[in-house]
């Protein structure tokens, strides 16, 4: 979600949003080529916001700066134990 607000001659704005991740089964997670880890693995769902304000100097310059930031939770995996590992 964003908003926007004039105030000549500056603009001021902001978002928010939030990120779902749905978990998802892979048949090998393990970087090892000997071994097969088939697990399901959830990445982290995420919130992120941000702020800034603009001006206009004149038709033809402008400065800008803003900020922003994401905040996400830790991915989450679950191992299945394969039929030939021991």
Same mark, same amino acid.
Do not use: Q
């Given at each position: 979600? #964003?908003?926007?607000?004039? *105030?000549?001659?500056? $603009?001021?704005?902001?978002? $928010?949003?939030?990120?779902? +991740?749905?978990?998802? *089964?892979?048949?090998? $997670?393990?970087?090892?080529?000997?071994?097969?880890?088939?697990?399901?693995?959830?990445?982290?769902?995420?919130?992120?916001?941000?702020?800034?304000?603009?001006?206009?100097?004149?038709?033809?310059?402008?400065? +800008?700066? #803003?900020? +922003?930031? &994401?905040? #996400?939770?830790?991915? &989450?995996?679950?191992?299945?134990? *394969?039929?030939?590992?021991?």
């Amino acid at each position: 979600m #964003s908003a926007v607000k004039t *105030s000549d001659p500056a $603009i001021l704005y902001g978002n $928010i949003g939030y990120t779902y +991740s749905f978990e998802s *089964s892979f048949d090998d $997670i393990d970087n090892n080529p000997d071994t097969v880890n088939p697990g399901d693995v959830k990445l982290g769902d995420s919130f992120y916001f941000g702020a800034g304000v603009a001006f206009a100097f004149n038709e033809r310059t402008s400065f +800008s700066m #803003s900020l +922003s930031n &994401r905040l #996400s939770a830790r991915a &989450r995996r679950a191992m299945t134990a *394969s039929p030939g590992a021991r």
